[in-house]
């Protein structure tokens, strides 16, 4: 059972083409706020590696940034597009010109040996830079809110588990349109 109010018992009417009983409602607020949730962390991300570095980057673009930076280790375009659960290479690689022109990460190889892209010197200090930020306006707020800690590991469990569901789903919708 939850403390959380149920949207239906404040006499609201959540049913439309998208939500027509409680399970579709369930899952049609869970897009919408799955939505507005990314649209904001976008927005964080670019302001938060716009005060660290004049780079002005979108969300995947600062996503990118620091999926490459992980670990420290050299990725390819493949890893970044699996990790990112992307297919738009393009894009990808549009966002990779740019980084480069930034000077946050560099290509190393060829097509005949493998290109991989790392983070530079500066790629380095910026990341660490928007990882002290993060830290202490994003991190300390979530300390702040008991409970929160377990609350985002059953969020990360439950996206994971939705992600395996519209990844099947769309499989299904591909396989079957007309």
């Known amino acids: 059972m939850t403390d959380e109010p149920n949207p239906q018992s404040d006499g609201l ?3 439309w083409h998208l939500a027509g009983d409680d ?13 507005r949730t990314f649209e904001g962390f976008g927005r964080w991300q670019s302001e938060c590696l716009a005060s660290v570095c004049e780079l002005a980057a979108s969300g995947p673009e600062n996503a990118l940034l620091h999926i490459i930076r992980m670990n420290d280790r050299a990725k390819s ?10 297919e738009d290479i393009p894009n990808i690689q549009y966002s990779l010109r740019k980084l480069l022109r930034s000077g946050l990460i560099e290509k190393k190889g060829s097509g005949r040996t493998g290109v991989t892209y790392e983070a530079t010197e500066e790629g380095r200090r910026v990341t660490d830079d928007y990882s002290d930020l ?3 306006l994003l991190i ?3 300390r702040k809110l008991p409970g929160f800690h377990d609350r985002l590991r059953e969020a990360v469990s439950t996206l994971n588990v939705l ?7 769309t499989r299904t919708a591909a396989t079957h349109r007309r």
């Open 163 to 169: 992600s395996g569901l519209y990844e099947e789903v």
């Open 13 to 15: 009417n959540f049913q």
């Open 140 to 142: 300390e707020e979530i």
């Open 23 to 35: 399970v579709e409602v369930a899952s049609t607020e869970l897009e919408f706020a799955l939505m």
């Open 77 to 86: 375009i493949k890893e970044l597009a699996h990790l990112t659960n992307r």
């Open 134 to 136: 993060r830290r202490r």
